[in-house]
Nanobody, 121 residues
Framework: QVQVVESGGGLVQPGGSLRLSCAVS????????MGWYRQAPGKERELVAA???????NYGDSVKGRFTISRDFGNNTVHLFMNSLKPEDTDAYYC???????????????WGQGTQVTVSS
């Protein structure tokens, strides 16, 4: 049983900062990548930031230069450092873990329950 657990959401003023953390636990062979997505009601889920097993990163256009993703795959954890937050960053943020369950096997996506980030004065 794999669990993906997020933490760190909340209310912050425009221009402020927040850190989100995500930890994956359970039985799997390796982490292929982990990342964060966000979704507003009625909209599609969009990429915020992702980091692969080799350390390569990918960011959504709207967060480049403001957000930074880092990994601690030894502890099966990623962090998202969000700076210069704007009201339009208000969303539910979901952690994604792409896991290989066995050597040479396929990769599966696992999702957390989501954590709310609200940017408002």
């Amino acid at each position: 049983q794999v669990q993906v657990v997020e933490s760190g959401g909340g209310l912050v003023q425009p221009g402020g900062s927040l850190r989100l953390s995500c930890a994956v636990s359970g039985s799997f062979f390796s982490i292929n990548a982990m990342g964060w997505y966000r979704q507003a009601p009625g909209k599609e889920r969009e990429l915020v930031a992702a980091i692969g097993s080799s350390g390569g990163t990918n960011y959504g256009d709207s967060v480049k230069g403001r957000f930074t993703i880092s990994r601690d795959f030894g502890n099966n954890t990623v962090h998202l450092f969000m700076n210069s937050l704007k009201p339009e960053d208000t969303d539910a943020y979901y952690c994604n873990a792409r896991l290989r369950m066995r050597i040479g096997g396929p990769i599966y996506d696992y999702w957390g329950q989501g954590t709310q980030v609200t940017v408002s004065s």
